[in-house]
Structure formats: structure tokens, C-alpha cells
């Protein structure tokens, strides 16, 4: 035989000049839930691991995070039901928490990267991500919550913004209204194809984010379809995105694949609240191994195509792996 493909996988040296794929704590995304008040550290029991923080807690957590290498930070807000509104208001509220709790990040920690979440079901008495009028989620009417929405956490040091919602042409919207009010320099990390997904239970848990009535499947993408993700991200592009995002990650990593072979700029990847409690918990039970079940999995997402991960294994994988792997 004159091929042996065995030959360069024969010792760890080898293996290691013939690595594909590197995955390196700059390439994740840690997503870090926050709620109001003080001395607050409260794990979510569906997504074990994983805490609700207050704002002066979070500051000790972004900080030994930093120590880690970790630099990039999603934000979600847990908000107290009587501050919902059924038109969001508290979202671009000068008092909000939120924008307060980024500000004194930003302040503490300037070289890091805060990413924002642009939608309304944190702050929604309804709990969908768009204006609901007579039982419908209007897609035009809910732009202008998300500009106001967008500009205030542009103004509050957020380094890139999010909108999560699955609206058509908000990216757009979003870029013109920042633009407008001097904000060039502010990035939107589109959620360019997010799917309407069974897995994102433990992440409504943490928030209490949940639809009141109905369901999501009217904006968000269905689980069926692959080439309608081509078209979301092509309009997420003309309109100005920096980054594309597709959600979930590991059901979806064709999907992920997909837009990296396609398009230009950088694509993030969801690694959302259910897989990795799926994983979790396999590895509670002892039938996984978490030291090699949990890189393995990002190792996927990361070959797949995806530029930067978000998961809730990032402080996790940064501990274990400083230097990457």
C-alpha cells in the first residue's frame, strides 16, 4: 500500500501538525444571564452550571472569565413581570438595569467584547419577540420598539447588538437608526437563521420569557429548511449585519456549514440552552464523559464553519483549555 492515511495519526506530534480545526477560548461567545438586585447567584435547575446573576455578581464572574482569556460576553435580561409592557417600553428605559449593568462593564472591563440582545419577549407582557395585535405578531410596528431598543444599548457601551427577533428587515432598521444617531462603529450580530426550536426550554426558564399565547412559528425559521436560511442571510448582508448567526447549533451544523461556503462574513453559531443541558446531563448520569464529550461538541460547531460559538461550555472549555486545543 502506498497510501496510509494511519501514518500521520501514529503519535501526538503527528497528529498535531496534521490538525484541521483549532478551537481557542477567542473563539466563543460566553452568554451570561442577568436579573436586578444584589449578592444574587442563582442557579437555572434545567441548565445546571449555569447562574442568574446580579450586576455586582456578574462583575466578579466577566472577571474571572477575563482571567481565563474569555473576552466575549452576550448579556439577557431577566426582567420582573410588572416592568412588561405589551409594547416593551422598559427595554429602552434610561433606568433599565440592563443598560446600567453594560455601562459599568464597560467601564471595568474596556477591552472586552459586550454583545447586546435586540428583542422584545424579555420585556413583553405577551412574551414574543414582536408587537402582538389582535393575536398576530405585526412585523412593521415592532421596527421602531427595536431601533429605540438598539440605540439605547448602543449609548449604554454595548460593542455589537443582537436582534434575536426574526423580524423582517430589522437589521436594516437597526443599522439606519444607529447610523443616524452617530453609532457607526456599533456591530449587529444578526440571528440570521433562527429556528423555531425545540431546544431553547432551559434559556425561557432563566428568563421566564415563554409565549403567554401561541407559539414562535410565524418569524422564527422551520426546522425543515435549509435553502430559506440562504435567503435571511443574504437580506441580513445587503441590509448590514457584520456578523450572520444561525440557532441552534449542533442540530443544525449543515445549516452552519451552509453559510460559510456562501457568504463572506464572519458566522457565529448558538450552541443553545437544550443541547447543552442534553449534554449535561448525560454527563451527570455517567454515560458521557464531559472532559471529552464537551470539547468534542465544540470542536464540531467549530469545523462545521462557525467563526465564534455561543455556549454555555465557554468558561468551561477555557478552564481546561487556556492555550486552545
Known sequence: MLARPRRNRQSAAIRNMAVETHLHPQHLIYPLFLVDGQHIKQEIKSLPGVFRFSP?????????????GLTNFVLFPAVAD?????????GADPDNFYLH?????????????LISDVAMDPYSSDG????????????????????RMAVAQAEAGFDMLGPSDMMDGRVGYIREALDE??????????YSAKYASAFYGPFRDALDSAPKSGDKKTYQMNPANKREALIEAELDVVEGADMLMVKPALHYLDVIHLLKERFDLPIAAYHVSGECAMLRAACDNGWLDFERAMPE???SIRRAGADVILTYFAKDFAMRYPGGM
Open 56 to 68: 455586582d455578581q456578574l462583575l466578579l464572574e466577566i472577571e474571572a472569565c477575563m482571567a481565563l
Open 181 to 190: 444617531r452617530g453609532f457607526t462603529q456599533t456591530g449587529i450580530l444578526a
Open 101 to 113: 449593568t453594560a455601562r459599568a462593564i464597560k467601564q471595568r472591563f474596556p477591552e472586552c467584547c
Open 297 to 299: 461538541t465544540l470542536l
Open 128 to 147: 414574543h419577540d414582536g408587537l402582538v395585535r389582535n393575536g398576530a405578531i405585526v412585523n412593521d410596528e415592532t421596527l421602531p420598539i427595536l431601533a
Open 82 to 90: 410588572h416592568l412588561k409592557t405589551p409594547t416593551a417600553d422598559y
